[in-house]
């Protein structure tokens, strides 16, 4: 049997030539976040080899269905296939199914997606209410910023604000490079691969270049390229995106200290407050800029490096229920 081709009764590379693009693009950008957290080469070739041979699976006996639209009659079918016609060992069936797991549990945490009762539907996902945006305004977001300052936070508050300027999803800030700070005069960052195995650069302002010159001058001297990192001496190494979502619960908890009550902001939380305050005028670089109106959904496009404008309406608030009241000048909650 050639090594990866474990499923030889249903993978072949006349299949997988076939299989749906976006189910491609999903399990590439998961190997990538993989990747981006330092998992081995041989895990990640496992996890590859593993959902190219459910994404064939799919394909062939699943009609190519998007693999977000996948019920749990079709999972438990995938179940019965591993154990009955592929014949496959206990642990081997387990092991599949963890990484169908996995797999899922990624699509679920991201935010584009919107997947979370169809996770829920496989069995042993845990379950999950759906996630309430928290809208936060500049101002709250300028005073977690100053608070991190004051608690010598440096490294927290450049992250915060360059999610803030930039809009930039977890695994886009986290292959942000110390360079791209170095030089006062610049507003970009250095290229970062995104959604799709897009390529482009993350933009930042004033209030990032505050806090990185902050962060650089604590930091010092070392031979990482990466603008985060963790461990200290000896020990210290590039962050990666799981360190990132624990810094951004880090923040939560101070906000929600500073704020007198629980605000259940979360790592995706920064991506709308950027596009919504930056499409109402709130964002501080509308103030700087004069742009008291905002900008138009179009440009919000741009910064959010979405192909779909409806993907970054998405992202915006429900305006609906102001709108109405307006309209009758009354206050609708």
């Excluded at 450049?158 to 300027?165: G, H, K």
């Amino acid at each position: 049997m050639k090594k990866g081709h474990v499923y030889n009764t249903f993978y072949d590379d006349k299949t997988w030539a076939i299989v749906l693009k976006s189910n491609k693009d999903l399990m590439e950008d998961y190997l990538l976040e993989l990747k981006q957290n330092k998992k081995s080469e041989q895990t990640q070739y496992q996890y590859r080899s593993d959902l190219k041979g459910l994404m064939c699976y799919i394909c062939k006996y699943l009609d190519n269905k998007d693999i977000l639209s996948l019920t749990k009659r079709d999972f438990r079918s995938y179940s019965l296939f591993l154990t009955e016609t592929c014949k496959v060992s206990n642990a081997r069936h387990n092991r599949l199914l963890s990484s169908l797991r996995s797999f899922l549990n990624f699509c679920e945490n991201e935010d584009d997606l919107e997947y979370i009762s169809t996770a829920r539907r496989v069995k042993g996902l845990p379950k999950e209410n759906v996630r309430e945006i928290f809208f936060l305004t500049n101002e709250q977001i300028i005073r977690l910023k100053n608070e991190l300052v004051r608690r010598g936070d440096f490294q927290k508050s450049a992250i915060l604000m360059l999610a803030y300027d930039s809009a930039g999803r977890k695994n886009e800030l986290a292959q942000v490079q110390k360079y791209s700070f170095m030089d006062e005069t610049k507003n970009l960052t250095n290229k970062v691969i995104g959604k799709r195995r897009k390529v482009f650069s993350l933009i930042y302002f004033s209030g990032t270049k505050e806090c990185s010159k902050l962060w650089l001058q604590q930091r010092g001297e070392d031979s990482i390229d990466s603008m985060w990192i963790v461990g200290n001496g000896e020990n210290i190494r590039e962050a990666n995106s799981n360190n990132i979502y624990d810094w951004f619960m880090y923040m939560r908890e101070v906000l929600s200290e500073i704020e007198g009550k629980q605000i259940d902001i979360n790592v995706h939380t920064f991506r709308h407050d950027s596009l919504e305050n930056y499409n109402t005028g709130s964002h501080y670089v509308c103030k700087e800029l004069g742009m008291e109106k905002g900008f138009p959904i179009e440009k919000l496009k741009l910064i959010a490096n979405h192909s779909d404008i409806s993907t970054t309406s998405s992202y915006l608030k429900d305006k609906t229920l102001d709108e109405l009241g307006e309209m009758f000048n009354i206050k609708l909650d």
